[in-house]
């Protein structure tokens, strides 16, 4: 996650990748300790 943001993302930051959404829940000496990964939802079916 990390690399992918250029830098140790904070908790409840959130990005897409891959068809997922990554939700960071906590961070531990400048690393992601828990995360939650879920499905991306079609533009259409948003709320």
Do not use: Y
């Not at 990005?15 to 995360?35: D, I, K, N």
Request: zero cysteines; hydrophobic letters at 45%; proline letters at 9%.
């Amino acid at each position: 996650m990390a690399a992918r943001l250029g830098r140790v993302p904070r908790p409840n930051e959130s990005f897409s990748a891959g068809g997922a959404v990554f939700t960071v829940r906590r961070v531990r000496r400048s690393r992601v300790f828990e995360a939650i990964v879920a499905p991306e939802k079609p533009a259409g079916q948003a709320r």
